[in-house]
């Protein structure tokens, strides 16, 4: 007599069905478009983009098997452009140098900026938890030559201790903004920044500290995903990662806390000198090359 041995309904459940390849390609054309559209941003930024319009589960095995994987495939191919994904978490150290006078004249003369807050009223500085959101925030305080801050997690006293020497170096009311992650970590971070910063500055330091981003109001507001703490002490149900944010809300966000602290009557008079200034270096380099 021969025994039949069907397999048992449980590893039937735990079988996972492959994707056709016309899945697969759904996937790779709709993380494309996600791409271009919130270009430039993180891996985990399209992680989390993706997400919210249903095109993948919020796993950590959709993240690295799908997200990570295909994108990396669609950069190499040569299909998604790398300056579209942003990993300022490692960078060359090297100092400038040049081949000779004339390409120092030429670099400086298409690279030479006025500093914008020489006529500030007041100073500003970005700070924020982690590297890879540095990258996106950068073009922003970049335009408007304002210091970022990346913290990587809990910032060193070291840091923590130069960063308000400069503050009290500027000798005027400075204020900084802070974008942290929504979670237990994330705020024991931005108040550890105020508390000791406070500290650190000499008395009747005028001296602002904001945490903009993420809070709890805009979590509803933007329609944020959350996610099961890591961490359920003091009672957290939801935690949110900053890179749930798209590039635009990051970046307004940031472009707000600046302008508002702008005389752009008195940039607009800077940027006139700032030309003028440019055109003498022109006239040298020419000078240089005719001599």
């Not at 993180?42 to 690295?64: E, P």
């Not at 942003?86 to 006025?114: A, F, H, I």
């Not at 108040?191 to 945490?211: A, K, M």
């Amino acid at each position: 007599m021969t025994t039949t041995y069907e397999s048992s309904p449980i590893k039937r459940r735990r079988r996972r069905q492959r994707r056709t390849k016309a899945q697969m390609q759904t996937l790779r054309d709709g993380f494309f478009a996600l791409a271009e559209e919130h270009q430039p941003l993180t891996i985990r930024q399209l992680f989390y983009r993706a997400v919210a319009i249903g095109l993948i589960d919020k796993t950590q095995a959709a993240y690295n098997s799908l997200v990570v994987r295909l994108m990396g495939q669609m950069r190499e191919e040569g299909r998604v452009p790398f300056d579209w994904i942003v990993d300022n978490t490692r960078w060359m150290r090297k100092p400038r140098t040049y081949s000779g006078l004339r390409q120092m004249l030429e670099y400086t003369r298409s690279t030479y900026r006025c500093a914008i807050w020489d006529t500030q009223s007041v100073y500003v500085e970005i700070w924020c938890e982690s590297d890879s959101v540095a990258g996106i925030l950068y073009p922003v305080t970049e335009e408007f030559d304002v210091p970022l801050m990346p913290c990587s997690g809990q910032p060193s006293k070291s840091f923590l201790h130069s960063a308000s020497e400069c503050i009290a170096a500027e000798d005027r009311p400075c204020f900084v903004y802070y974008f942290g992650d929504y979670d237990r970590a994330g705020i024991q971070i931005s108040d550890r920044i105020n508390r000791d910063l406070v500290r650190y500055l000499p008395d009747g330091t005028d001296f602002y500290f904001e945490r903009v981003a993420i809070n709890e109001e805009q979590i509803s507001a933007y329609s944020l995903p959350t996610r099961p703490p890591k961490d359920r002490r003091g009672g957290w149900t939801e935690t949110v990662e900053l890179e749930a944010m798209t590039t635009a809300q990051l970046q307004d966000i940031c472009r707000d806390c600046i302008t508002r602290h702008i005389d752009f009557d008195a940039l607009e008079r800077l940027r006139k000198v700032e030309a003028g200034e440019r055109a003498t270096l022109g006239t040298f380099l020419e000078q240089l090359q005719s001599a």
